[in-house]
């Protein structure tokens, strides 16, 4: 597929690519490209000038410090799920930067470009919302539940460009997704975290229009943060999506299965990766 | 838009061609360099018919601009082996019949070389994980799976991290 006409340029620096987004209106960041290379090849986009952050090193690598975990938004999957040091402080999400998609595009999709995308059935805006995280872009800091609004939006204005994504590294932590077996993209996910401070967050993935946390659940695991907690819950399927896939009453059944397997992680670190839909 | 003049090291030579920035990698290989090992599936990232490694890392051509790989190496199918002397996997993959019709192969090499070079290669289940982004519509995958296997004990992963090219294996290990 011929994609629409852009021109590319790759700055060297920080200063250098925010000028050319705020000088050109009709420009895109290009991070990994994961996303907008087959966006582009469906014309459903058409930026004049694709700008490629990869040559911008303060937006790669992760940094651990006390109880926070900083990961630069041109970090590739595969790096963040191969960091020992971050598999020690949050192995959750380790765990599901390691299972989104397949190899190759691990190799090339970043956090940033993932999460400026926000679509409902990607996996790391669950994980951002599951454990409070923080975005920092160039104008300002952006709690995660301020960050997502909606279906492929998020709160970032025109020339704004996430730098880093700031994670509290939680006390324990799981997330769950029931993928679609041919495209691997989330059908329905769940990221439940106990925070450090005992509080606990649950978000929902790929269910609905857009990642949403589910204040029912965060009450009764707050409580009792065990399997219990969890018996007799069902979600309804209202503002849930209905697609070829599934039907809403069934991503409502599968947030379900996800929640108490990701309850399950969080409780007992797992071994392997990501779970079949076949339930 | 104007041509944008690159140069990206393919098979350890620099290859320079003036291209739109438009340009897939998987375009500049085959029609720029001539190199028609690398094969376009499915055009939309999920075959992996076009696996080639980017600075050392398995990539999809198809899913990656050529400007993005602009000043950096890239090994493609054509420079693992040569008939006369395949490359290690490519001898598993004869031994274990992993093919009939042939198109995904060289993206199923590829892969298979970076599995191996990333350690992922100890076990068949591993293995088929791996290889979630390429699909293969003649062998069931049980011969692809066995080859990989099969090579990845016959050789270290040292052999595998310190060989001729940045593609992993020498040839011959």
Same mark, same amino acid.
Request: charged share 15%; glycine share 10%.
């Given at each position: ?21 705020? &000088?050109?209106?009709? *420009? =895109?960041?290009?991070?990994? #490209?994961?996303?907008?290379?087959? !966006? ?30 900083s990961i630069g938004a041109m970090t590739r999957h595969a790096e963040t799920a191969s960091h020992p040091g971050l598999a020690a402080a949050i192995p959750a999400l380790a765990f599901l930067a390691g ?6 595009? =691990? ?28 975005? +920092? ?14 279906? @492929?939006?998020? &709160? ?7 730098? %880093?994504? =700031? ?14 077996? *041919? ?7 769940? @990221? ?20 949403? =946390? ?12 065990? /399997? ?5 819950? $069902? ?12 039907? /809403? ?18 409780? %007992?670190?797992?071994? #392997?990766? &990501?779970?079949?839909? /076949?339930? | ?7 990206? !090291? ?15 990698? +998987? ?23 076009? !696996? +080639? ?12 601009? &050529? ?6 190496? +890239? ?7 040569t008939p006369e002397k395949l490359h290690p996997l490519q001898q598993a993959f004869r031994r274990h019949h992993a093919l009939q019709c042939g198109f995904c192969t060289p993206g199923m090499v590829m ?16 293995? %088929? ?7 293969? $519509? ?13 090579? *990845? ?21």
């Amino acid at each position: 597929m011929t994609m629409v006409d852009f021109d590319y340029t790759r700055p060297r620096t920080l200063d250098e690519a925010l000028a050319l987004l705020a &000088a050109h209106p009709e *420009a =895109r960041p290009l991070a990994g #490209g994961q996303t907008l290379l087959p !966006t582009l090849k469906q014309r459903l986009a058409r930026p004049t000038l694709l700008v490629d952050l990869q040559a911008l090193g303060e937006l790669r690598g992760i940094r651990i410090d006390d109880g926070t975990v900083s990961i630069g938004a041109m970090t590739r999957h595969a790096e963040t799920a191969s960091h020992p040091g971050l598999a020690a402080a949050i192995p959750a999400l380790a765990f599901l930067a390691g299972g989104i998609a397949h190899p190759q595009v =691990r190799h090339m999709g970043t956090m940033g470009g993932s999460i400026s995308n926000n679509d409902p059935a990607a996996d790391y805006p669950a994980a951002l919302l599951g454990l409070g995280a923080t975005v +920092v872009t160039n104008h300002r800091q952006i709690a995660a539940d301020a960050f997502f609004t909606g279906l @492929f939006s998020t &709160a970032l204005e025109p020339g704004e460009l996430v730098l %880093r994504i =700031r994670f509290p590294v939680p006390r324990r932590a799981g997330y769950c997704k029931l993928a679609n077996p *041919a495209s691997g993209y989330v059908t329905t996910g769940c @990221f439940i975290a106990e925070t450090a401070t005992a509080t606990v967050r649950v978000a929902v993935n790929g269910a609905g229009p857009c990642v949403f =946390r589910l204040a029912a659940l965060e009450q009764a695991l707050a409580a009792d943060f065990s /399997a219990a907690a969890l018996a007799g819950f $069902r979600a309804g399927p209202q503002g849930l999506n209905s697609d070829l896939h599934a039907t /809403a009453a069934y991503r409502a059944q599968l947030i379900g299965v996800a929640a108490r397997r990701a309850l399950a992680m969080a409780l %007992r670190p797992p071994v #392997g990766t &990501a779970t079949p839909l /076949a339930a | 838009m104007p041509l944008r003049p690159i140069t990206i !090291t393919v098979n350890g030579i620099p290859r320079s061609h003036a291209v739109e920035p438009r340009t897939l990698l +998987v375009q500049f290989l085959r029609e720029h360099c001539g190199l028609t090992g690398t094969h376009v599936g499915c055009d939309t990232t999920q075959c992996g018919c076009c !696996t +080639v490694h980017l600075d050392g890392r398995a990539v999809k051509a198809c899913t990656t601009l &050529a400007a993005q790989a602009d000043g950096g190496e +890239v090994t493609t199918i054509e420079g693992i082996g040569t008939p006369e002397k395949l490359h290690p996997l490519q001898q598993a993959f004869r031994r274990h019949h992993a093919l009939q019709c042939g198109f995904c192969t060289p993206g199923m090499v590829m892969q298979g070389i970076d599995i191996i070079r990333r350690g992922q290669a100890g076990d068949p289940v591993t293995i %088929r994980h791996e290889l979630e982004g390429n699909l293969c $519509r003649c062998t069931g995958y049980q011969n692809i799976v066995d080859a990989i296997h099969d090579c *990845a004990r016959q050789c270290s992963r040292g052999a595998a991290t310190a060989a001729a090219g940045q593609s992993g294996l020498a040839n011959g290990a």
